[in-house]
């Protein structure tokens, strides 16, 4: 056999000369545990420690294999994290591992469960224990004590939920009572106005009348007229504002009125008869317009009286509506000969009033009894004879229908 070393080429004992070098050992060494470690990284990392997150939400400190024994969930930390406060919306605030509490879906605290904790009501209307910050990080309403269980709640018509009863005042409604439900119990009706004739105890003056009498009583300033409308009511009614279910307020009373100009406001009331209540106006209402006295009230329930908006000449459950056009005597809306003739059959008894009294249209000079000077006064508003008149009447209208 010849030897390599008299021929052209190197002979294949170099390489092991060149692989004995032990600065070229390690390095090959390094190469192929890096290749190792890629090909089976189970393999290598099987004794290191992680933290696992087990079923319970706990976490314990195992080797990745350990961890899949035990049918947990690895965080990603190389060991379990000191526990703080998990916020989570679906359950009550635990003490979890920060990196288990993310897997749950929750948002881990910088404080523990045992601080503060108080009822907090849920955007999703759930009632659940936890910390004050868990509660203003999941978007929800703290309140002191415990969150109870669900009772039926009720607001609006129509609207009942089984909410806690925290969460049913957080939404402004009104428990119904320890094991209610919706589907049991449901909601009580809502209250309404009881449209009756207009007579003495009853919503006075009705909805839809239209007052005919004088405005004036110098010929210059509008001081006479409604100020003072009754409203009864189809059970006890109270205030809507600050929780629902306290006293009457004027607040609960709002005026409208068409034609654009600023409407009377409420400047008093008195429910000492409830559900007849009286409200004070700051002032007679406009001539030529339709004022709208509107009930924002609910009943010892909590359910709110329904408001259908402006039906026109139907009679709504949550509003009265009154005109005020001077001599409009037969109610249409203007002042014609006709109202002369009206007047004439009411003074006289042939017709009886569309509703309330037949002084409430033939008492002009409104001293609360008719006598010959109402017809004197009623020719004087027809022409515009002042006083009493701060206009002449005659061919007027309101300035639309009954909203």
């Known amino acids: 056999m010849s030897d390599c070393r008299f ?15 032990p600065r070229d050992l390690i390095t ?3 190469v192929l545990l890096i290749l190792l470690c890629a090909a089976f990284p189970a393999a290598v ?13 706990g976490c314990v400190d195992a080797t990745t294999q350990d961890c899949a024994d035990l049918g947990g969930t690895p965080t990603g930390a190389p060991e379990c994290l000191e526990p703080q406060a998990c916020c989570h919306a679906a359950d009550d605030c635990r003490n979890l591992d920060p990196g288990c509490c993310e897997l749950m879906g929750g948002l881990p605290n910088e404080d523990v469960c045992e601080t503060e904790i108080q009822a907090c009501c849920l955007e999703d209307g759930n009632c659940r224990m936890m910390t004050l910050r868990c509660c203003q990080r999941l978007f929800g309403i703290p309140f ?10 009720c607001r609006f018509p129509g609207e009942c939920f089984d909410l806690h009863p925290l969460c049913c005042q957080d939404a402004a409604g009104t428990s119904q009572g320890d094991g209610t439900t919706c589907a049991v119990d449901g909601c009580p009706p809502p209250p ?5 004739e207009g007579l003495p105890g009853e919503t006075r003056p009705c909805s839809g009348y239209i007052d005919p009498r004088g405005e004036s009583s110098n010929g210059v300033d509008l001081d006479r007229g409604i100020s003072e409308i009754t409203i009864v009511f189809s059970e006890p009614v109270f205030a809507t504002f600050g ?21 009377p406001v409420t400047a008093s009331i008195d429910a000492t008869n409830n559900p007849e209540i009286k409200v004070t106006l700051d002032r007679p209402i406009t001539p030529g317009e339709w004022t709208t006295i509107f009930a924002i009230v609910q009943n010892e329930s909590g359910v709110r009286i329904e408001n259908l908006g402006d039906l026109g000449a139907v009679d709504e459950p949550d509003r009265v509506d009154i005109g005020f056009l001077p001599c409009d005597v037969d109610q249409d809306g203007a002042v014609s000969p ?12 042939i017709v009886s009033p ?50």
């Open 7 to 21: 021929r052209d080429r190197p002979c294949s004992g170099r390489i092991l000369h060149a692989a004995s070098n």
């Open 28 to 30: 090959s060494a390094a």
């Open 45 to 57: 990392r099987a004794g290191d420690t992680v933290a696992c997150c087990v079923a319970d939400g």
């Open 144 to 153: 002191p004590g415990v969150c109870g269980q669900r009772q039926a709640c």
């Open 192 to 196: 309404f106005v009881v449209h009756g």
């Open 243 to 263: 929780g629902g279910g306290g006293p009457l307020t004027t607040s609960n009373f709002a005026v409208g009125e068409t034609g654009g100009g600023v409407p």
């Open 338 to 349: 006709f109202d002369l003739l009206r007047f004439r059959q009411l003074v006289n008894e």
């Open 354 to 403: 569309a509703c309330g009294q037949i002084e409430d249209y033939t008492d002009m000079n409104r001293n609360l009894d008719v006598d010959p000077f109402d017809l004197l006064v009623f020719r004087s508003l027809v022409h515009g004879v002042s006083p009493p008149a701060t206009r002449a009447w005659a061919g007027e209208a309101l300035s639309g229908p009954r909203p």
